[in-house]
Structures are given as C-alpha cells and as structure tokens.
C-alpha cells in the first residue's frame, strides 16, 4: 500500500480554505503547502488572509511569507518551490494538503507548466518602464503586434499578464505561445491527488468578503502598506497590486478618503472572486464541490472526501 493522495483545495477568497486544510490536517496528519501567489510574499500577512501563528502551529506549512514583496514571483519558480516540498512531505510518509486561490498553481502541479526561461531582471525593468510610460493599452496593442495568440486572449487592461508576455518576447525573441506547446512533466499524476473546490453561494460570499476587509483594517493591513510605502517599490510588482493594496496606496498618498479606498478594495476583491468561479467552472469541472460555509454542510462533504481518500489509499 502506498502514500495516501496529495489533497488540493482551491476557491474564491474568503471561502473558507484555511479552515478546511486544518481540519484535513488533523484528520490526515498532512501538512499544509501554499498555492496562492501572494501569501507567498513576507510582510503582507494581514492583507493576503495568510494563516495566523496560532493556526500555522496546528499543523506545519510550507511556501507561505518565504518571499521578498520586492522579489517577481512566478508559477514557474512556485513551482519549482512546491516540487521539493512535496517530495519531502511524502518521503516523510505525510500528506501533502496544497491549498491556495490561485487556480494556475494547482494546475501547474496536475497538468505540467510552460518551460519559459528566466527573465533577466534588467529586460524586467526595461519592459515594466515601457508599460508605465505608455500605458497598458499601448502595451496591449505591442504585444498584439508580436504575439497575437497571446494577445487576443488577454483582457486589454490585464496589466500583469501583458507585462509578463512582453518580457518573454523582449527575452527570448519568442512569443509567450509558443512556449504555451511544451509543459513541464506534472509533479502530481493521475490517481496521485484528490482535488475539491469550495463553491458557497456568492452573495453569502461577497458579504465574507466585505466583512473581512474590515476586519483586516483593524487588525494592521493599513500598516502593512505603510511598510511597503515607505520601501518605494515598484508599483508594478505583484506584491503591490495584492487585494486592496493599490487603494490603501492611494489613501496614503492623499489620493482619496479611507472609506472609498474601502470600498473599492472590497469592490475589487469581489470582481476577483467572481473570476475564481469561472476558473473553477472551466477548468475543475469534476472537482467535488464544497457549496456552503455552514459547518454542518462542511462536515456532511468532507466525510464523504474522507471516504474518497481512503478508496483511494486502499486502491494504491
């Protein structure tokens, strides 16, 4: 008999995952490996939702504040990072509980990623200083020039996506699609994972959502984004643009009053929320579902993914 499977978890922001991981954990004896492209980043803990210190001693976690908010994360170094975590965790005969919001991680690990080569940090800044002079429309009608594949499937206002996508070009005189034809063996095959995604009903959601930013507020995001002010980062680095970050920035800055800085970082965190449903739909479609926060309903679903575990434990 082998390794119990790896247990993904994805969802929309506040739904709920960190609770869910714990009491895997505990039931499993797993440890719990981060899939969320922001909780990666050091001094955001608050603003990112990451597990608080009581909650990272009920079980260990692996991959959450270990990088520099003035570093460049990418799915590709992620996972590069969660391969040897893993490895370790199984070698150690635990159960590795990867959870996080972010479905391009947790596709990366079942499905293999893109082979891009690194980028210089040099190309990194020549691009980034193109696309805040002129814009990211100019950016998108560039790249549309260049690499139309990729182009045409981004939103002409997805700033990170289009930055990334012209850096590859002015790196490697490639388009990003053509690097979008070979992948990376997965970390996880087939019948080596069990997935589930937390679907509560929306409205209920957007109301967490709304409720947890204020909540957030109080406990230190403010400060939070005081830090990274003062370090004078580049606004274009991931870490700047976390859920309410860009808002707080411009509060800060005198820009605006703190309740619209508010509610346009609810505003946004819902908007994101809303497109962590489609990628649900699209791309996990025979992923169990988890379609409520009440904890009897939890109970009643995750007994039955207990279940499914142990088949597939016995199975192995």
Known sequence: MGMRPAILIHGPTASGKTKISLELAKRLGGE???????????????????????????????????????????????????????????????????????????????????????????????????????????????L????????????????????????????????????????????LDAGEWLGVALTPPREQLYARIDRRFASMLMEGAMDEARALAERNLDPSLPAMKAHGMPWLLAYLRGDMSSDLAAEYAKRDTRRYAKRQFTWISHQFPFWPRIPSVEPDVRRKVIHALFKEIDAAFSNR
């Open 32 to 142: 719990i490996v981060n899939a969320d492209s922001m909780q990666v980043y050091s001094g955001l803990r608050v603003l990112t939702a990451r597990p608080t210190d009581e909650e990272m001693a009920i079980a260990p976690h692996h991959l959450f504040g270990y990088r520099d908010p003035a570093e460049v994360g990418s799915a590709g170094a992620w996972l590069q990072d969660a391969r040897k975590v893993i490895r370790d965790i199984e070698a150690r005969d635990k159960v590795p509980i990867i959870i996080g919001g972010t479905g391009l991680h947790h596709l990366a690990l079942i499905q293999g990623l893109s082979e891009i080569p690194p980028i210089p940090e040099d190309c990194r800044s020549d691009v980034r200083a193109f696309v805040q002079k002129e814009g990211v429309s100019a950016a998108h009608a560039r």
């Open 144 to 187: 549309m020039s260049i690499d139309p594949k990729t182009a045409e499937r981004l939103e002409p206002n997805d700033r990170q996506r289009i930055t990334r996508a012209l850096e590859v070009w002015t790196a490697t005189g490639k388009p990003l699609s053509t690097y979008h034809e070979s992948r990376t063996p997965p970390v």
